[in-house]
């Protein structure tokens, strides 16, 4: 686009700065038409009372020739370097740039922990030494003054409690499915951002322990998620999620389920399930972590609790006279921390994970008798493996044994909650009555080998981990017709057909093992 300008004669009427514009646009935009000159950049001057056009050599000039004023505008032609025109005001370009993503609230927080705890040292530790290199007599001084202002003092930290608790207040949420009031400092929203990004580190870790998604084990996995979300997809934290699955090949007993849905199932764990109900009570307990938000929630407490440490890890430092001290005492705050807030903590939200996780499983019309069992199993494994046992108190988890007894209390609930999605009707061998019966004969067993080699029985326990089959994973998929997607109008309580609920150490043909219970085709 050319240059505009614009001349006023100091000897004829001055017309409204306006209206010479609005015709300096009109002639610029016949200039323009097909025909016209082709000059880039214009201007005028005055001849007489008549107006012409000439180049303009700057972008904005004012100068006064004789009794002629003339005001010229020329845009500043743009750059060859930059694909498109970039605005500019007087003559100033303003350029822009492309926007970046700020890291993650939580990742920040992670990175910044360490670095508020060596700041709460060093502090600490300057405020001892500044004390100690004080005379006697400015001691006393400030003992007086603390003294004297002690209410003041005392006013100070109640207001700063109390803006603190509102502060607090303001974060209080309510947690899904189950309604409890809980503090979240950090939104779903940052927790999902920090997901993609830990599970991207996974699949860089896990790369070369990936099973194929043909494995049948992955095929197994994949199909129990996918039906617990489509059972479930009346909670939105459900609906709302893509739920993809990952198998480690690794012996860890474990399972783990990011909030953005990505599924980690290690074959240890799945070598250590004996049916297609204990991997679903196990699949929809990890799936429970992640629409409950419990990384969220636990990283909120981590934090706040963090941030109240800081107070008294500073007075530690200026307090003990000596660093070993204070290191020690540092090394009792954090101890105390965690068997105080942490770890009670935990085990609150892994018993919440296990109610929400059997009524899930109990949607998707599993035998939820099989959960206490599994408990029962991995009790009766850690024992014959040798693995240490602590006290509960000491751990993030609970004991075997107590997840047994609430879940098995939570039984006649998850069977009122089963019976309602009009699910198919669970056999009359009840599995805790099957393996309480198993355990008794392995003992009864046990007592004849010690008694000799001639009162050994060779009965096994169908359900215990040293009966598994190591081709569980293939017999987990029997040749069955597809699985039947609900309607939303029933809110996934249409009914399912059968799948194997009981499943033995020797294989058994596909049409043997299907009996009343849920089916995965």
């Known amino acids: 686009m050319g240059s505009l300008a614009v001349c006023l004669s100091r ?66 032609p743009p750059s060859p370097l930059q694909p498109g025109p970039v605005p500019s005001w007087g003559g100033q370009q303003l350029h822009t740039s492309a ?35 004080l005379p006697s007599n400015r001691r006393q001084l400030l003992h007086e003054w603390v003294r004297r202002r002690r209410w003041h ?96 090949q690794s012996p860890n007993v474990n399972a783990f389920v990011l909030p953005n849905g990505k599924v980690f199932m290690f074959t240890g764990m799945l070598d250590t399930v004996v049916d297609v109900h204990q991997l679903t009570i196990v699949l929809g307990h990890e799936m429970a972590h992640a629409l409950l938000g419990h990384s969220a929630e636990q990283a909120s407490l981590s934090h706040v609790v ?103 209390s939570l039984i006649p609930e998850a069977l009122e909650l089963r019976e309602s999605c009009v699910c198919p009707a669970l056999p009359e061998s009840d599995p805790r009555v099957v393996f309480a019966k198993s355990v008794q004969v392995l003992l009864k067993n046990a007592k004849d080998r010690e008694r000799g080699p001639e009162g050994a029985s060779k009965t096994h326990l169908p359900h215990s981990p040293a009966s598994l089959s190591p081709a569980l994973p293939a017999a987990l998929l029997p040749q069955t017709a597809p699985l039947p997607s609900p309607s939303v109008g029933q809110q996934s309580k249409g009914p399912v057909p059968a799948v194997a609920s009981e499943i033995v150490a020797a294989p058994v043909p596909a049409q043997d093992r299907t009996q009343d219970g849920l089916q995965i085709s």
């Open 11 to 76: 000897g004829h009427r001055l017309l409204p700065l306006s209206a010479h514009l609005s015709r300096l646009v009109q002639g610029g935009k016949q200039a323009s038409r097909p025909g016209s000159s082709g000059c880039s950049q214009i201007s005028c001057h005055r001849a007489g009372s008549s107006l012409h056009l000439r180049p303009a050599p700057s972008p904005l000039r004012l100068h006064s020739n004789g009794p002629t004023l003339c005001l010229q505008v020329r845009p500043r």
């Open 306 to 408: 963090d941030l109240l440490s800081l107070i008294l890890l500073t007075a530690i430092w200026a307090v003990c006279p000596r660093d070993s001290l204070a290191l020690l005492g540092q090394w009792v705050q954090d101890k105390l921390t965690q068997l105080m807030f942490s770890r009670p903590y935990s085990r609150k939200l892994e018993a919440e994970a296990d109610k929400v996780g059997l009524q899930l499983a109990a949607k998707a019309c599993a035998d939820v008798r099989a959960g206490p069992v599994f408990w029962q199993q991995m009790e009766i494994r850690d024992q014959l493996t040798g693995e240490p046992t602590f006290p509960e108190w000491l751990s993030t988890h609970p004991s075997h044994r107590n997840r047994f007894t609430l879940m098995d």
């Open 153 to 248: 003092l005392a006013g100070g930290a109640g207001v700063a409690m109390v803006i603190a608790a509102l502060l607090l207040l303001t974060h209080l949420d309510e947690s899904p499915v189950t309604g409890r009031t809980r503090l979240l400092v950090f939104s779903r929203e940052n927790y999902m951002e920090l997901a993609a990004l830990t599970s991207e580190a996974y699949m860089e870790e896990f790369a070369d322990l990936l099973l194929p998604v043909t494995d049948p084990r992955h095929k197994v996995v994949e199909r129990v998620v996918q039906h617990l979300a489509q059972r479930n997809k009346d909670i939105p934290e459900v609906s709302d999620v893509t739920w993809t699955v990952h198998i480690v």
């Open 99 to 133: 926007p970046r993503r700020a890291l993650p609230a939580p990742l920040l927080w992670l990175v910044l922990k360490p670095l508020q705890k060596i700041l709460a040292i060093i502090l600490g530790r300057s405020i001892r030494k500044w004390w100690v290199s």
